[in-house]
């Protein structure tokens, strides 16, 4: 790790209100949009720290081009997005902390938002949605349409925000939010190394267990851009299958709490719906974990949630749905689940159901 020499540290006793957090890897096409659009703030009390990831491409030349005393840039190996989130998480002074990838960018207004809303200090955590480049796609804050946020802003007090989260799927980025620095340092929360899919919603759950008061904001100030192939986007799908289910294992034990470990067990189920399709199960491997996790749904999850609109949807087949169902059964009455059969695709596997348990 080596600090720039023109960008060393403030002093000790300057505590920023923010820490901004930017890992960057060859992004040389991309990282000046990123540090302009955050130099550029109207809000000014900030620290901004860069850790370039063992670049290749040109990106530390560029780096070394801004004099602004609120950087400090910090070099690695190449070890991973988690490894240089850490790295950063260490030399974070602000208050409050934020992380924004290098080949995404903010609109003008995002951080005296976000200092307005958090400037008394009790609030541990503040959420924003955003947009998704180039579709123009926009990133709720709960992928559940059922869950609806009147105003432009809400204030939950509540240490059970994360049921809320996990029950209608918040987004799971660890960008576009804003974290109580207390509340990381205090709980010894970082991102896990061994995880190279999804490790912001791990990361996520772990602060949200803990939180006391969550902010949520309507606004889109974030802007991500999926143009370009980022790490996570290359990689393959049994690679996002063993690492989600991966997650859920490593959450289990941070999380000791057993009734907040059954949301957030339902959470890792519904991104797996994403990628587990019936040639998974052949894997035993694969089968035996997906059942530890899913066991450990609560029905009502199940049946008002996203399962129940991908088989309204028919998005996955019969011979998935089947299996699915059996592994219901085996942790389950079938008196629990029967309400999933009223839909037309799953009656038809009832009788192979009652077959398969009495044998």
């Known amino acids: 790790m080596i600090p720039s020499k023109n960008q060393m540290p403030h002093s000790q006793s300057m505590i920023p209100f923010l820490t901004i957090i930017l890992p960057t890897y060859n992004r040389a096409k991309l990282i000046k949009r990123s540090i302009d659009s955050i130099l550029s703030q109207d809000f000014k009390d900030f620290e901004l720290l860069i850790i370039d990831d063992g670049s290749t ?17 910090f070099t690695k190996s190449n070890g991973g997005v988690s490894s240089a989130r850490n790295l ?22 995002f951080f005296q938002d976000a200092w307005k809303l958090l400037r008394g ?57 804003f974290i109580k620095k207390e509340l990381i340092t205090k709980n010894q929360i970082c991102f896990d190394e061994s995880i190279h899919y999804d490790e912001d919603l791990l990361f996520n759950l772990n602060f949200l267990y803990h939180a006391q008061s969550v902010g949520l904001c309507k606004k889109l100030f974030y802007m991500c851009d999926t143009s370009t192939q980022s790490l996570c986007r290359g990689v393959s799908k049994n690679t996002k299958i063993q690492n989600l289910l991966m997650g859920y294992e490593k959450v289990c034990l941070s999380i000791q709490n057993q009734q907040v470990l059954k ?26 974990k997906f059942l530890n996790l899913l066991k450990q749904i609560p ?4 049946e008002t949630n996203k399962i129940y609109r991908l088989i309204k949807t028919k998005k996955y087949n ?42």
């Open 263 to 288: 949301y957030c067990a339902f959470m890792y189920f519904s991104h797996l719906l994403m990628y587990f399709g019936p040639l998974d199960f052949l894997r035993k491997t694969n089968q035996q």
């Open 57 to 73: 491409d040109h990106t530390p030349e560029l780096l070394q081009e801004y004099e602004d005393e609120r950087i400090k840039i």
């Open 88 to 109: 950063d998480l260490k030399h974070a002074k602000g208050e409050y902390i934020t992380f924004i990838d290098s080949d995404d960018y903010i609109l003008q207004g």
């Open 121 to 177: 200090g009790g609030i541990d955590v503040l959420i924003y949605g955003g947009k998704i480049l180039p579709q123009i796609q926009i990133a709720e804050l709960f992928s559940n349409p059922k869950h609806k946020i009147i105003n432009d802003f809400e204030l939950i007090c509540d240490k059970n925000f994360i049921y809320e989260y996990c029950s209608f799927l918040g987004n799971p980025w660890a960008c576009a939010k």
């Open 318 to 359: 019969a011979n998935f749905y089947t299996r699915l169902i059996i592994m219901l059964a085996i942790n389950s009455s079938l008196r629990k689940i029967s309400r999933l059969f009223d839909l037309p695709l799953l009656k038809a596997l009832k009788p192979k159901l009652k077959l398969f348990l009495q044998t």
């Open 299 to 302: 029905i009502n999850l199940l």
